[in-house]
């Protein structure tokens, strides 16, 4: 029997439930409903308690105020109005809808025909389903929002400063034998001890959590067996996922989180979210009826404008958010700025980001969603990465967005994955990705720092597989190896997978270092795919967003070659931090500086001799060296003085034979110190001097690193 509470008119704002502590206000918006019922729920499995009429209309919000409701307290809504898909309207009121505002959702969805707003398997999606979806919907929870953050500042580390490094909360826990158990998987985990630890020890400054907005499991990964990992299926955009709280699912994770956060920043680490804005877990005309669908299908979505039952899809996952409409927009722009103020994150990765900037068909940089990014004063004051693409016509967009953003640099990933797997040509391309890609940034008055440099990702083979399979193995994704990309980079090595060879496995491991000293020496943002500094393997797997085991968890044990790797990453990033001519705040101009003898970049042959204009044209070369001159960086630091620092000399050769490469003279006498060798884990007490003019062998598929020795430096 359901009670009778007592209610007041509330407030249209802020959306949402909101404790007040003495009650709760909750806000609900829907353009074209005809009626709004608030639903509250008590006991494991839930059990409805309440049905409360929401009879006040407030701009388009429909509200209450519940004097007795308290934080923990279950609720979802039915929202009453038209079943008409032929007009873009899904109002069903048998379904229990999220609240797209909530703070908290209590579990995951169980998948049951009754989640769909139509009758399953009738023919269509025309006549609506009148079971109700409670048991099987996630409730939503009323959260306390009151933590005790003492004195946490967040970092703020500058952009040419930040060093990336991509996570899955659980896949970089879950198997670290010295996080509790029953930490391992969660926010608690990535905030213990020795997870911080293994971060600090790298040297990296952000993390960057793939989605931690709650999100649901499809039924086709479900059925099969699987889950989505990866988490890119939001459905509640203020809402940390369930999945990953050790503490409970009634509030605990939003506390949980921010524990977390605190810790990270007390170590120094900046938190970067990546955020799935463009479309939602309700899938296309055939998916279920969980939030959006429910509440105002033809407000937050993108309908096809001649048939309106239809969903227009940038995305490849079935719906696309509207934000032309205010609305949704609002959503967006709440929900980042709650992110920001109530959870103290430092900025966001936007997941298909074009998708975003769409306004009729077409990717517009003067948007409304570019528009109020760049107007919010919270917002806008945060670290703002895109993904500069997405699925549509005219969806790829890298160097397209404007000032204020960074983006994840394709063309550099595809340039440097060529040149290192000796493709011809790659040479002139190269140089502009090494070099901060002004190509692409430099006319729309951007930095270096807009280009955040990547070869792998959460998404395609890790470093490991990368340099050792020619094609995917994602059989155990169920769907005949069908699915993922053939970004393959193969070596000719004869041996495809895992192998003993010792020529082979030598091999494997210096094109890694190849690949990561070129990430870490190049202008811009590097960003790491947590588990390529231990050579991580998914046996292949390069879409492993289904997986939620050992195929995607990072693995813990050591060994001498893991812990070798670990090491050189932590001296790449070391170098780089530590010599300012390796990110750069200003993009090489190719000339020499008032004041210098020298210029602030030059490219050279492996005869010594500088580049002439007419050679970048060579097809035929996979060899080159540059020197960026410390002495030529026209910056200054934040005290207006000018930023000097040691002259260094990169020698990159893709070619599978040795090249010997004649050193070039800096000025007269000049000294090289050798730096940094692929060919060998760590040159240690072999750091060779030479002189201008020698020639140092340069080894096949090398790269090697020289800087102006210190005698030289200080005459």
């Known amino acids: 029997m359901m009670e009778t509470l007592r209610t007041r008119p509330g407030r249209p704002y802020p959306l949402g439930a909101t404790w007040d502590g003495a009650g709760v206000n909750f806000a609900l918006f829907s353009e074209h409903a005809s009626a709004v019922d608030l639903c509250l729920f008590e006991g494991d499995p839930q059990r409805e308690t309440a049905r409360v009429p929401l009879l006040e209309r407030t701009d388009q919000i429909w509200h209450v105020y519940l004097p007795a409701a308290r934080p923990g307290q279950l609720y979802g809504y039915r929202v009453h109005g038209a079943y008409d898909p032929a007009a873009g309207h899904?109002?069903?009121?048998?379904?229990?809808?999220?609240?797209?505002?909530?703070?908290?959702?209590?579990?995951?969805?169980?998948?049951?025909?009754?989640?769909?707003?139509?009758?399953?398997?009738?023919?269509?999606?025309?006549?609506?389903?009148?079971?109700?979806?409670?048991?099987?919907?996630?409730?939503?929870?009323?959260?306390?929002?009151?933590?005790?953050?003492?004195?946490?500042?967040?970092?703020?580390?500058?952009?040419?400063?930040?060093?990336?490094y991509e996570l899955h909360v659980k896949g970089f826990t879950a198997r670290h034998p010295d996080i509790p158990p029953a930490l391992r998987g969660t926010f608690a985990g990535l905030g213990s001890s020795p997870a911080i630890e293994h971060l600090t020890r790298l040297g990296v400054t952000a993390v960057e959590l793939l989605p931690v907005h709650h999100s649901v499991a499809e039924q086709f990964l479900v059925t099969r067996g699987l889950t989505n990992y990866w988490g890119y299926n939001s459905i509640g955009y203020l809402a940390p996922d369930a999945r990953f709280s050790s503490q409970g699912a009634r509030g605990e994770q939003v506390r949980e989180f921010k524990t977390m956060v605190r810790t990270l920043h007390q170590a120094g680490?900046?938190?970067?979210?990546?955020?799935?804005?463009?479309?939602?877990?309700?899938?296309?005309?055939?998916?279920?009826?969980?939030?959006?669908?429910?509440?105002?299908?033809?407000?937050?979505?993108?309908?096809m404008p001649d048939q309106p039952r239809y969903y227009q899809d940038y995305t490849g996952c079935g719906n696309t958010l509207d934000m032309r409409h205010p609305r949704t927009l609002q959503l967006l722009m709440d929900s980042l700025r709650y992110w920001v103020l109530e959870m103290h994150v430092d900025g966001f990765r936007f997941d298909l980001a074009a998708t975003l900037a769409r306004e009729l068909h077409d990717v517009d940089r003067l948007s409304a969603f570019f528009d109020v990014i760049h107007q919010d004063p919270v917002v806008s004051?945060?670290?703002?990465?895109?993904?500069?693409?997405?699925?549509?016509?005219?969806?790829?967009?890298?160097?397209?967005?404007?000032?204020?953003?960074?983006?994840?640099?394709?063309?550099?990933?595809?340039?440097?994955?060529?040149?290192?797997?000796?493709d011809w040509g790659q040479v002139p391309e190269l140089a502009f990705r090494l070099t901060g890609s002004s190509d692409l940034y430099e006319q729309g008055g951007r930095r270096p720092y807009a280009s955040v440099n990547f070869v792998t990702c959460h998404d395609g083979f890790t470093?490991?597989?990368?340099?050792?399979?020619?094609?995917?193995?994602?059989?155990?994704?169920?769907?005949?190896?069908?699915?993922?990309?053939?970004?393959?980079?193969?070596?000719?090595?004869?041996?495809?997978?895992?192998?003993?060879?010792?020529?082979?496995?030598?091999?494997?491991?210096?094109?890694?270092?190849?690949?990561l000293a070129t990430l870490f020496l190049s202008q811009g943002i590097p960003m790491l795919w947590a588990g390529d500094e231990v050579a991580r393997s998914q046996g292949g797997n390069n879409n492993a967003y289904g997986q939620d085991n050992e195929i995607s968890w990072f693995p813990w044990l050591p060994s001498r070659a893991t812990t070798r790797q670990i090491d050189f990453v932590r001296r790449l990033i070391r170098l780089?931090?530590?010599?300012?001519?390796?990110?750069?705040?200003?993009?090489?101009?190719?000339?020499?500086?008032?004041?210098?003898?020298?210029?602030?970049?030059?490219?050279?042959?492996?005869?010594?001799?500088?580049?002439?204009?007419?050679?970048?044209?060579?097809?035929?070369?996979?060899?080159?060296?540059?020197?960026?001159?410390?002495?030529?960086?026209?910056?200054?630091?934040?005290?207006?003085?000018?930023?000097?620092?040691?002259?260094?000399?990169?020698?990159?050769?893709?070619?599978?034979?040795?090249?010997?490469?004649?050193?070039p003279a800096y000025r007269a006498g000049t000294r090289w110190e050798l730096v940094l060798d692929t060919r060998i884990w760590d040159t240690g007490s072999r750091r060779r001097r030479l002189r201008g003019g020698a020639t140092y062998a340069l080894e096949g598929r090398s790269l090697a690193v020289f800087q102006l020795s210190r005698a030289e430096r200080t005459r």
């Open 90 to 164: 899904r109002f069903n009121p048998a379904k229990l809808l999220i609240d797209p505002y909530a703070r908290a959702i209590d579990g995951a969805v169980r998948w049951n025909d009754a989640v769909f707003g139509y009758r399953v398997g009738g023919g269509a999606d025309l006549a609506p389903d009148d079971r109700d979806s409670a048991p099987f919907v996630p409730a939503c929870v009323v959260v306390d929002p009151a933590f005790t953050w003492d004195d946490d500042q967040p970092p703020r580390t500058p952009w040419h400063r930040t060093v990336i």
């Open 381 to 422: 004051q945060v670290k703002l990465i895109a993904e500069p693409w997405d699925l549509g016509e005219g969806g790829y967009q890298v160097g397209n967005f404007p000032p204020g953003w960074a983006e994840w640099n394709g063309k550099y990933r595809d340039t440097v994955r060529r040149y290192w797997k000796g």
């Open 576 to 663: 780089r931090l530590d010599h300012p001519v390796f990110h750069r705040r200003k993009f090489f101009q190719g000339r020499r500086i008032q004041g210098s003898e020298v210029k602030d970049l030059s490219w050279f042959r492996p005869d010594g001799k500088e580049m002439t204009e007419g050679e970048w044209g060579d097809w035929f070369s996979r060899c080159i060296g540059l020197r960026l001159s410390g002495d030529a960086i026209e910056e200054t630091d934040d005290m207006g003085r000018p930023i000097v620092d040691d002259t260094m000399l990169l020698l990159l050769n893709a070619h599978y034979e040795p090249m010997p490469f004649v050193l």
């Open 463 to 515: 470093l490991a597989d990368l340099v050792s399979y020619n094609d995917k193995r994602n059989e155990q994704n169920g769907e005949g190896n069908r699915d993922g990309t053939s970004d393959n980079l193969s070596w000719n090595c004869g041996i495809e997978g895992p192998t003993h060879d010792p020529a082979v496995v030598a091999l494997r491991e210096r094109q890694m270092r190849n690949i």
């Open 269 to 303: 680490i900046e938190v970067i979210l990546d955020v799935v804005y463009n479309h939602t877990a309700e899938g296309n005309h055939l998916g279920p009826t969980l939030a959006f669908r429910g509440i105002d299908n033809a407000a937050y979505y993108r309908l």
